[in-house]
């Protein structure tokens, strides 16, 4: 079992900085790790993914902004948010999945594990 709790959200303006954290009960260092966000009224969605060694995806709408990045040693994962934009407001979510668990990062239904979640309110 893994506890994930994530840290780091708040309210900024169009164009501010954020860092999300997501820190684990447990070693991460076998598993997939994930940023998700869901605004009100939206499907979750993918925001980046992170394998065990390093390699990441993103989505689109995030691309040259958002960074995604983990800590094996301290059991932390991060979200690196620049340019934020008002479309960024949403809870933001971190998610774990065993590694050798195949599909789209994007696939909620592959992850095991979830944080309860941080507030981002971007302000125009």
């Known amino acids: 079992q893994v506890q994930l709790v994530e840290s780091g959200g708040g309210s900024v303006q169009a164009g501010g900085s954020l860092r999300l954290s997501c820190v684990t009960s447990?070693?991460?260092?076998?598993?997939?790790m994930a940023w998700f966000r869901q605004a009100p009224g939206k499907e979750r969605e993918g925001v980046a993914g992170i394998d065990r060694v390093g390699s990441t995806k993103s989505a689109d709408s995030v691309k040259g902004r958002f960074t995604i990045s983990r800590d094996n040693a301290d059991n932390t994962l991060y979200l690196q948010m620049n340019s934020l934009k008002p479309e960024d407001s949403a809870m933001y979510y971190c998610a774990a999945k065993p590694w050798y668990r195949s599909g789209d990062y994007r696939k909620t239904d592959l992850y095991n594990f979830w944080g309860q979640g941080t507030q981002v309110t971007v302000s125009s």
């Open positions: 447990n070693s991460i260092s076998t598993y997939y």
